[in-house]
């Protein structure tokens, strides 16, 4: 058998590797602090966060007069309901990120 060789610590071994490390890591921190953000969209506000959270206040989904959009639940936007409910709307744009 043949002996391995120790293995090397994985490092970039050229310039143009440790910019793309650089912008790629810059890009991942820029995301998260975009997501950390509270939401600001009125689509956000009207649609994705409000509507889930009137049908978690009534407890069925119902049709609202002052939102149109309460007549087509989007089934979506309820992985954004426990965050929702729980007051952090924020989970919203990270699951929506991902």
Do not use: C
């Not at 995301?31 to 950390?36: I, S, Y």
């Not at 309460?70 to 924020?90: E, I, N």
């Amino acid at each position: 058998m043949r002996a391995r060789a120790a293995a090397r610590p994985l490092e970039p071994s050229s310039v143009g590797e440790k910019i793309l490390i650089v912008v790629l890591a810059a890009g991942l921190f820029l995301g998260f602090a975009a997501d950390g953000a509270p939401p600001l969209a009125h689509d956000a506000l009207a649609y994705h966060l409000a509507l889930p959270k009137l049908f978690w206040r009534e407890g069925r989904l119902t049709f609202f007069p002052w939102n149109n959009a309460s007549a087509w639940p989007h089934l979506l936007h309820f992985l954004y309901l426990p965050g929702v409910a729980f007051g952090v709307p924020q989970t919203a744009q990270f699951i929506h990120g991902f």
